[in-house]
Each structure stands twice: as C-alpha cells, then as structure tokens.
C-alpha cells in the first residue's frame, strides 16, 4: 500500500515588487495562515499577517494593487522515509505562472492556472529533510509582456492582457468584483508514494432509453506494478450490485459493467438522488490489495433537444433528463470569494442549499471564474441540481498560436476527465458572451476556412479543440460552442440561448416587457440591488460614509453607469419618500424583485407542453457574490438573501400562479405545474380595490393544472371598475391548503396610493412559526427578527387585507416570546396626500 500526504507548513516571501514597495523585497519569509487544506494564497496571506488592510473594507482594494505586479515565492520543507519504488508530487492548482524547485533541481514551469501536474521526483527526492519552492511571477506583468509582443485586443471587464493568460479572468476586476491579481497554491500539494497506485477513476455511464439498463465505462489510471484490478459497485444502501475484475498491468484499463433497473438520479423537483459507491482495488501477483480507490455516481440520461416548434420559428433548447423535459430556473454562478481557498465546505453546502431552498434547478458556472472544486460538484450531485458547465474563456478577443491551443487542449482534458464522473453536470460551454464581442466588434462569426487566419482566431478553441476533447473523454454530453449562441447571430431568440440585457443595458426597457423580451434559453439577465444593511456597514468602516451616494459605497458598485440606471429603474417604478440608507436599500431590492419575479413569471408560461417549448429555462445574474458589494446578485456576500431572493423562490415553485396586465386593463391568468401528474385543484381569485382593500369582485373555479406545463386559466379578463385594483390569486388543494398565491398589482407601483391606516402586525404562535396580517392590502413586508440570527422560508411578501393571514416558518434559529420584530413595507411612511 502506498502512501499520499499533503505538503503543508508554506512560508512565504516577495521576490520582487514595484518601485516604491521595495520595502517588501527583503521581507524574511513568513508562516502561511493555517487553513487545514494546504493551500496557500498571497492576499489571505498578507492580511492574516497585517501587511495589508482587507480589501474588502472601505477602499482599501486601491492600496494593495502593488501585490500583483510582484513576484512571490512560497517554501516548504518535508521529511522522507520510504523505500518504495515510486514517488509523484501532485500539484492540484497553481496560480498561475509558476516555476517549482524540489532539493535544488527545477521539476516544473507552469503558466495555466487550470491545469493540475503530477511529476515524477523518485531520482530526486531524498531520506530525510527535503526542500520544495515555488516562485509567483507576476500575472500581471508577464500578461503585459505577452501582449506587447502580439496586440492589444477587444475584451469587456478588465485589463486587455488577461486574455494573453490562463487565469481566472474575474481576478483582472469584472462589473461586480474587484481587481485582485492574487497567485498562489489554490489547490494542495500531495506526495503520492507507492509501488503500485490507482492515480485516477473516471466513470462513464450511458442509460438507455427504455431506463432499464444503463452502461458503465470504469476507466482505471494506474501506475507501477500490478496485476489484476477488481472493481466493485454497492447501490445506495450499500447493496453490492456488481462485482467484476480485469487482468492486466496498462497505465489505463477500461472496465465495462451493466447494471439492470438501475435507480437513477433526477434533478431534486423529479426525483430522488441515489449516488452509487464504485470500489476500485488494484493486486498485486500474489493478489494482495497494494492500492483502493473510492468514488461515487449518479446514472441519469442528459439530453439537450433542438427540434422544431409548433406555431413558432426556430427550435427549442430543453433539456430532458430521464425522457422528462425540463424547465431549467435557476441562476449563474460566480466563485463566491475573491480568493476562493477561502470558502469552506460549509460555504459550498450553505450556497447549494440556497439554490435548492430557491426552488432553483440549475446553476450555470460563469466561463470567467475557476473550474470549482470537486466538493461543489459532489453537492449538485447530493442535492439535485444540474450543472451547465463553461471553459473558462469570458468577454474577449482571445489570441489564438499553437502554444496556447495546447495548453488549453492540455486544461480542457483535465478538466472534462475530472467532470465527466459528476450526473449534475449536464453541459459544456465552449466560452462566455466571446461572440458577442466578435459581433461588436464588427467581425463575422461564421467565416469558413482556416480559422486560425481570421479575426477570430479562437474560434479554433470553441469550435474545433474544446468539442473533439469533450467528445473523445465525455462521449454524449451536450457541447455548445458558447453562451449565447445558436442562430445567425448571437442575438437570435428562436435558437439556442441568449443572455437579455436589454433590461438594465442595452435599450434599458422597462422589465414589465420581459414577456417580449424572452428566448429558447435565456442563460443570463438581471437587476442590480443594494445588499442588506448588515452587510454594508461590516463592508464600510467610517460612519460618514453610510449613505447611498458615497465615495465607498460608489466604489462597492463596480456597474458601469449605475447611479443613472439604479435611479432609473427605482424611480421609474416606485414612490421614493426618503433616501436615508435603509430606504435606499429597500426600494432596490423591491425594485429588484419585482423585476426578476416578471421575467420567470412570464417566461414559465411559454413552457406550454410538447412541441411548445418556447422558453425552456431562465438563470438569473446571479446567485452570489465575490466580496460585499452592490451588484446583481440575488444573495449577498455573507449569503444574506436579497428579496428578489425570495421572489424569484415563489415564482419558481413547483406549483404557481402567473399574472399578467395588458396594456388594455385586461388580465391573463395560468397555472404553471412542475410535477409530472395532474393536478385538481380550488383556484380562487379576487379584485380588489388597492386604496380600501373592498373586494369588488370574487370567483372560485375548478382546474385542472396540466403535468410539467403552463395552463391558461384566464385571458383577456377586462379589469372593472378602475385600473387602481390589484387582482389577488390562490391555488387550494383538496385538503384546503393554500398550494400557489400571486398578485397582479397596476404599474408602475409609483402611483398607487395605499391606505395611510395600514398597519402590519406580528404574532408569534411558536418557536418556529409566525403570522403577519394587514388590515388593509399592503406590498412588500419585510420582516427581520431583531436578534438578526433567524431566518425565515419567506420575505417581502404581500397582503390583500385582514383576511389574508400568512404563516412565515423559521428555517433557521428559533423564536421566544421576547423576539422582536423589524417590519418594512412598501409606502410605510407614505407622505399624506
């Protein structure tokens, strides 16, 4: 049996830094902050010991730009004692432009943040004490260097070099993140030590289409000596469901296995989530065990269909998973820490449990951050969501020479064999909105011929490298040269996926027209939001600075042209009364909410069952954030969730309502059910005068809501007798529950004028549980306990009146008698009129 150890205990020293930082270039190295996984990033590694202030604070991110253009160099020393026959250093990530010495021989020169290396160091590794350096060269500066040679080329967000360099790009500083050219060891070092060793595990699966036999590829990388490899597969409750064993001595063997009735996995509003357990063992001649591997799987059948619409042009773009069509909401999502060896387990499990918590089926990760760690994955896989996966190429012109195809091929292969064994995985993207910047740029994105010669020369990489490396290592994955892509232009919406700025960039419609506005996909769109109050004042420091216009929140908002289109959105929808912080903050998040909860409400209904598959998915700009500031996402950097939050959570329920006003006072009224039976069900729904809360007019109907599909309820119902009467909706099952709600409210909200006699009250009816009533109609409540550590299923909602009594559970923490309550609501310190 051999041996793997991680390398840890690094110390760290800069090299080499700007004029004027000279000080820092005889710095003696220092211990690297304890994080219990072996890795090692220079910023953490200042701050923890208070070189540098945390740039997450204030504007402080200003005073540590020197940081990146310096060279750092990280050592280590470590004791040997084997006499086995091999040993391996494995590098899990570096950081990007690395040189490595072990015991004073150069064994490894890296300039691809994404890829890992496994170098032999047998002849060269000794008994006793060892030396292992790693020398950062600035990422910064050699991205310069590369660029001078070549030019200067088209990119949104960041510096123009990042696309000279295999980094992860949202470092250069992106719309929302800042610029933070951090390096490092992000991934750990492990000493493998062995005579004979399983290195890797890939597993292939193929499902059939009947779902009763699904085919299993084991492909087994070993190294050194052996004999025989004997795999074993134990279902989920640990029942052995196959057992097989192959002989042979090669570096990579493929084991085949069938499995009969298999249980599959589904994405979590589908279907239960088996994960099979695969034991790998390698013998040796005298068939004792020298080397085991473990790892786990999900067998699902993943297809992307593309066929022809009824009634409409172009095709669909679903995704069925299992023969069961799809309709994929959920979000984008971004490395959830400026310096990502940050984050925990915890972290990962808290984000994924949001998404799921959201009612959220799919998480697309963004091609300008990192390949994320194995545990993100492992989570999907646990948890039920699907993963739309892309290479990690973002909004550029990127060069193409043979050099960098081939580190790329080299990064793509890695990555693709350590993905390929995830079921939540489910699409590879060849890159993010790099398309687009040809269009912009006014070069076509179709000229045949060598690509390499035009002026797009990575379209080599999209459309040729990355779909043959999938293909050959991930064979039946869907690959998509990019997002968006699909028809003539990157901008078709009746092919493929399209990201929908036009609300916010672009045109700036105003988003009660998203039903206008919608695709096959829409894998991107959003609206910019403060974060809590909580956060901004652990985000700034100086008590002068907590107000919405400051220098430091300004610099918390990295959104081109925000003030202007912040100002527009809130002020062309809402009545702003007070521009005090926290009113600041609310009416952005309503603002917000509103926003988003119209683009799922109105694309969910063009799911309208087979052949019909207008809209088939929509992943909001996006779940999560780098560092606390002001920016799109949905959930703060402290994983505080924003209301859009939990709008975006109603809408996306496996049961809904949807609601929409037509510019001629009428209404239009569906169901939109998720779940694969019919459903029978109470449907309910009131006018009611916003003013007085009377109700004017009442119906209780009988539906039957159609499996995995929207249903028309209502259309064209004319509004009686004023445009100032919101329409109140409810689904009731046959135990008398309330399963769906919704309100149709007139906009712009900014004229309605509510009753200044409003009050919202709260009754606690246990630990777990309480109830908010309005006696009149009421938008908005927000509520917060005051110890600010319990968390509720639900927020901003809304109340039709007295009679509309809502229960909100605690999810996390519990209530007392004594818990108090903060409550907030649209127009609460209305002025008198």
């Given at each position: 049996m051999g041996t793997s150890t991680i390398i840890s205990d690094w110390m760290w020293r800069c090299v080499k830094t700007p004029s004027g930082y000279e000080k820092y270039i005889s710095r003696e190295f220092e211990p690297s902050v304890k994080n219990g996984r072996g890795t090692a990033l220079i910023h953490t590694d200042l701050i923890s010991r208070g070189v540098i202030p945390d740039p997450f604070l204030d504007r402080n991110e200003n005073l540590v730009q020197w940081i990146g253009e310096s060279d750092w160099e990280y050592i280590t020393e470590f004791t040997y004692d084997s006499h086995l026959q091999h040993a391996d250093l494995v590098f899990g990530g570096l950081d990007t432009f690395a040189t490595v010495v072990l015991n004073d021989t150069k064994i490894l020169t890296s300039n691809n943040m994404f890829q890992n290396h496994r170098v032999d160091v047998t002849e060269i590794i000794r008994n006793g004490k060892n030396s292992l350096s790693i020398l950062f060269e600035s990422t910064y500066l050699k991205g310069k260097e590369l660029e001078s040679k070549a030019n200067v080329l088209p990119c949104w967000n960041g510096d123009a070099s990042r696309l000279y360099v295999r980094k992860a790009q949202y470092h250069y500083g992106w719309d929302w993140g800042p610029v933070l050219l951090t390096c490092g060891i992000f991934s750990p070092v492990k000493l493998d030590v062995y005579d004979a060793s399983i290195t890797d595990v890939g597993i292939l699966t193929d499902v059939e289409e009947s779902l009763d036999l699904v085919h299993i590829k084991v492909l087994v990388y070993a190294s050194g000596e052996y004999s025989e490899i004997i795999v074993q597969v134990n279902d989920e409750s640990g029942e052995l469901v196959a057992r097989t064993n192959v002989k042979g001595s090669d570096s990579i063997v493929t084991v085949p296995i069938d499995i009969e009735s298999p249980h599959l996995w589904y994405p979590h509003k589908y279907g239960p989530q088996p994960l099979y357990s695969f034991y790998i063992s390698l013998l040796s001649r005298d068939r004792q065990v020298i080397s085991t591997f473990e790892r786990k799987a999900g067998f699902r059948r993943a297809e992307v269909i593309q066929e022809q619409l009824t009634d409409q042009s172009g095709t669909s773009f679903y995704f069925k998973i299992n023969n069961i069509p799809v309709f994929c909401a959920g979000s984008n999502w971004i490395p959830a820490h400026s310096f990502h060896t940050a984050l925990t387990e915890r972290d990962y499990k808290d984000w994924i449990r949001l998404a799921v918590d959201g009612n959220q089926d799919m998480l697309r990760i963004w091609g300008g951050g990192v390949y994320e760690y194995d545990i993100f994955y492992e989570l999907c896989d646990q948890y039920g969501i699907l993963v739309w996966q892309d290479f990690m190429f973002g909004c550029g012109l990127y060069p193409y020479c043979s050099d960098l195809a081939e580190s790329i091929s080299l990064e793509a292969e890695q990555q693709v064999c350590r993905l390929r064994n995830y079921c939540s995985v489910v699409l590879f993207a060849g890159n993010n909105e790099d398309y687009q910047v040809a269009e912009a740029n006014g070069i076509k994105i179709d000229t045949p011929g060598d690509l390499t010669k035009t002026d797009f020369p990575a379209r080599e990489y999209y459309e040729k490298i990355l779909p043959h490396v999938t293909e050959k290592h991930y064979p039946g994955i869907y690959y998509h040269r990019g997002s968006p892509y699909g028809g003539a232009t990157t901008k078709d919406r009746s092919i493929g996926d399209i990201h929908q700025w036009n609300v916010w960039h672009g045109t700036q419609e105003k988003y009660q027209d998203w039903a206008k506005l919608s695709g096959r996909f829409v894998s991107e769109f959003g609206m910019l939001a403060f974060p809590k109050l909580q956060t901004i004042q652990a985000m700034i420091t100086d008590p002068d600075e907590l107000y919405p216009q400051s220098k430091t929140m300004d610099h918390h908002d990295k959104a081109d042209g925000f003030e202007r289109r912040l100002a527009l959105y809130v002020m062309e929808n809402l009545r702003v009364t007070d521009m005090n912080l926290a009113s600041w903050i609310y009416a952005t998040q309503l603002m917000q909410a509103e926003c988003l909860a119209y683009a799922y409400r109105c694309w969910r209904r063009e799911w309208r069952g087979s052949g019909r598959e207008y809209v088939a998915g929509a992943l909001?700009?996006?779940?999560?954030?780098?560092?606390?500031?002001?920016?799109?996402?949905?959930?703060?950097?402290?994983?505080?969730?924003?209301?859009?939050?939990?709008?975006?959570?109603?809408?996306?329920?496996?049961?809904?309502?949807?609601?929409?006003?037509?510019?001629?006072?009428?209404?239009?009224?569906?169901?939109?059910?998720?779940?694969?039976?019919?459903?029978?069900?109470?449907?309910?729904?009131?006018?009611?005068?916003?003013?007085?809360?009377?109700?004017?007019?009442?119906?209780?109907?009988?539906?039957?809501?159609?499996?995995?599909?929207?249903?028309?309820?209502?259309?064209?119902?004319?509004?009686?007798?004023?445009?100032?009467?919101?329409?109140?909706?409810?689904?009731?099952?046959?135990?008398?529950?309330?399963?769906?709600?919704?309100?149709?409210?007139?906009?712009?909200?900014?004229?309605?004028?509510?009753?200044?006699?409003?009050?919202?009250?709260?009754?606690?009816?246990?630990?777990?549980?309480?109830?908010?009533?309005?006696?009149?109609?009421?938008?908005?409540?927000?509520?917060?306990?005051?110890?600010?550590?319990v968390e509720f299923h639900d927020n901003g909602i809304d109340l039709a009146g007295p009679d509309d009594i809502f229960e909100l559970k605690v999810v996390n923490g519990s209530l007392t008698e004594d818990t108090l309550f903060s409550v907030e609501y649209y127009m609460k310190n209305q002025e008198s009129t």
């Open positions: 909001v700009w996006q779940l999560d954030d780098c560092w606390p500031v002001t920016s799109w996402a949905i959930c703060d950097f402290f994983k505080r969730p924003k209301l859009a939050y939990f709008a975006i959570k109603r809408e996306c329920a496996k049961i809904q309502i949807g609601m929409y006003r037509n510019n001629d006072d009428t209404i239009d009224i569906w169901g939109v059910n998720s779940t694969l039976k019919c459903e029978s069900l109470q449907f309910r729904y009131q006018v009611i005068e916003v003013h007085s809360g009377k109700v004017v007019m009442s119906e209780n109907l009988l539906v039957q809501l159609l499996p995995n599909q929207s249903t028309e309820l209502i259309t064209g119902y004319k509004i009686e007798p004023s445009p100032y009467v919101f329409v109140f909706a409810q689904l009731i099952d046959s135990h008398g529950f309330e399963v769906g709600r919704a309100f149709d409210w007139p906009q712009p909200l900014k004229y309605l004028k509510f009753s200044q006699s409003t009050k919202v009250t709260t009754e606690i009816v246990d630990n777990k549980t309480v109830k908010i009533r309005s006696d009149f109609p009421v938008k908005g409540v927000a509520i917060e306990a005051d110890s600010g550590t």
